[in-house]
């Protein structure tokens, strides 16, 4: 029996999630599991930022990371900077600590709106959206989780290997910004 069955089967039959932390990493690290079988990182939830730019003649680019092969889902695709809740933070101050420690950069942002997925009533995944008035050049040297970092717009995003749960968010998530601009 691998590892996780044992805590797959436990949320199966009590139909509660089961929360498993990790004995290394912040308060948030670690799995849970939920009755419908599916796992996710995070137990508090997870956030990501999903980063834009927009030039003096109108230029709209989005700063995408490619993931790492060491991560739990998703290898080598693109998506965006971000991972677990730790315990009381919320999901915009949880992607911007993302952000800086996979990116390590600091950034000065205006929040734009957010978008959440739900897995169970318990536990969700929040992109927050965000502006920057400077677009800052993509650091050469990456935290393990990613393997590449840039800036890309609409089209380019449409032409790249995603994450499967970044692409199903993105019509939200290009909504969110649409609707702003009005």
Same mark, same amino acid.
Request: charged letters at 20%; hydrophobic letters at 40%; glycine letters at 10%.
């Given at each position: ?22 004995? *290394? !990493? ?20 997870? %956030?990501?930022?999903?980063?834009r730019h #927009?030039?003096? +003649? ?5 700063? /995408?990371?490619?993931r790492g092969?060491? #991560?739990? !889902? ?7 900077? &971000? &991972? $677990? /809740?730790?315990?009381? =933070? ?5 992607? /911007? ?6 990116? @390590? ?7 734009? !709106?957010?978008? $959440?997925?739900?897995?169970? =009533?318990?536990? %969700?995944?929040?992109?927050? #959206? #965000?502006?920057?008035? =400077? ?5 050469? +040297? /990456?935290? *393990? =989780? ?14 790249? @290997?995603?994450?499967?749960?970044? %692409? ?11 609707? %702003?601009?009005?």
């Amino acid at each position: 029996m691998e590892w996780h069955q044992q805590f797959a089967s436990q949320a199966a039959a009590t139909g509660q999630p089961v929360h498993v932390p990790v004995p *290394w !990493g912040a308060s948030g690290d670690g799995f849970v599991f939920f009755p419908d079988g599916q796992r996710r990182w995070g137990l508090h939830g997870a %956030s990501g930022v999903l980063i834009r730019h #927009v030039d003096a +003649d109108g230029h709209e680019t989005f700063f /995408l990371a490619q993931r790492g092969d060491n #991560v739990e !889902g998703g290898r080598s695709q693109w998506a965006f900077p &971000g &991972g $677990a /809740l730790e315990a009381g =933070e919320t999901p915009v101050q949880g992607a /911007l600590r993302e952000f800086r420690e996979e990116i @390590e950069i600091d950034i000065e942002v205006e929040v734009l !709106g957010h978008h $959440a997925e739900h897995v169970h =009533e318990s536990w %969700s995944y929040t992109t927050v #959206v #965000v502006q920057v008035t =400077e677009q800052f050049s993509p650091p050469d +040297d /990456l935290h *393990w =989780e990613n393997q590449a970092s840039g800036w890309f717009t609409r089209q380019e995003i449409a032409e790249l @290997e995603t994450y499967e749960a970044f %692409s199903n968010a993105l019509a939200s998530l290009f909504a969110i910004i649409d609707d %702003s601009a009005r």
